[in-house]
């Protein structure tokens, strides 16, 4: 069994994590994968550099949880989610959230439930260097509205 | 009793990674966040009823109405931007 969450500064290997998420389970038929990566522009302004801050221990244990709900919401056989923290650069990979399941339908649901949860309650942040300075990021409540299509109440923008 | 606080991201940059605070016994998290206001003008600003705080209990995410126990471990931070 894979271990199922990973923060940290190192970037991850699509491939690689695919393989290791399927390997030996031949009830396999899908992995649905998202990559998130680091803008180069964002609100019209350049992005030089992106810190990435989290709460250590809280965010691991709120990924892990967001995985359980996942695998009882969709019929899932495997899951990994990798989120780099610290100093990215521009098109450097951010997140990975991949899942594994029978058949397709399941596994892109369970991708994009995971996606959701993650943006609204995982205890990351994001900073941003400018031309004009360091700024935090801001929530979005379109992220919000996403989460709640699931039937879940975020609060996070509110 | 003594509750511990940490803070993060704009609200760390603010106030600090952590402090903590002696509370009267079964105080509730939002108590906590009241007396924090009224420690200095900084906390005030930072933690202001009109901004968009979200806090955690034990590092699970919760609302102000969660009582609190000794040594409890509490979380402000402003609204998440992960993924």
Redesign the interface.
């Known amino acids: 069994m894979v271990e199922r969450v990973s923060v940290r500064h190192a970037d991850f290997d699509l491939s690689a994590e695919v393989a290791a998420l399927r390997a030996g389970d031949g009830g396999v038929g899908a992995v649905v994968a998202f990559v998130g990566t680091v803008r180069e522009h964002s609100g019209g302004q350049e992005i030089s550099r992106m810190e990435l801050e989290h709460y250590p221990g809280m965010t691991e244990a709120a990924i892990e949880a967001m995985i359980d709900a996942a695998a009882q919401r969709f019929e899932i056989r495997a899951a990994r989610v990798v989120h780099r923290v610290g100093e990215l650069l521009p098109s450097e990979q951010i997140v990975l959230v991949a899942v594994s399941s029978a058949h397709r339908g399941q596994a892109f649901l369970a991708c994009e439930f995971l996606m959701d949860y993650l943006k609204t309650q995982a205890p990351f942040w994001k900073k941003e260097s400018t031309p004009e300075g360091a700024r935090w990021v801001d929530a979005r409540s379109s992220d919000d509205a996403a989460l709640e299509r699931w039937g879940l109440r975020s609060g996070n923008a509110a | 009793m003594k509750v511990q606080i940490?803070y993060?991201?704009?609200l760390?940059e603010a106030l600090g990674p952590r402090e903590s605070l002696d509370l009267p016994e079964g105080s509730t998290l939002g108590a906590l966040r009241d007396a924090l206001i009224d420690c200095s003008p900084g906390h005030a600003q930072a933690l202001a009823r009109s901004r968009?705080v979200?806090c955690?209990l034990n590092?699970?995410?919760c609302d102000e109405s969660v009582r609190l126990e000794e040594n409890a471990e509490v979380?402000f931070?402003?609204?998440?931007?992960?993924?």
């Open positions: 940490r993060f991201a704009s760390r968009a979200r955690a590092q699970r995410l979380a931070f402003p609204p998440v931007t992960g993924g």
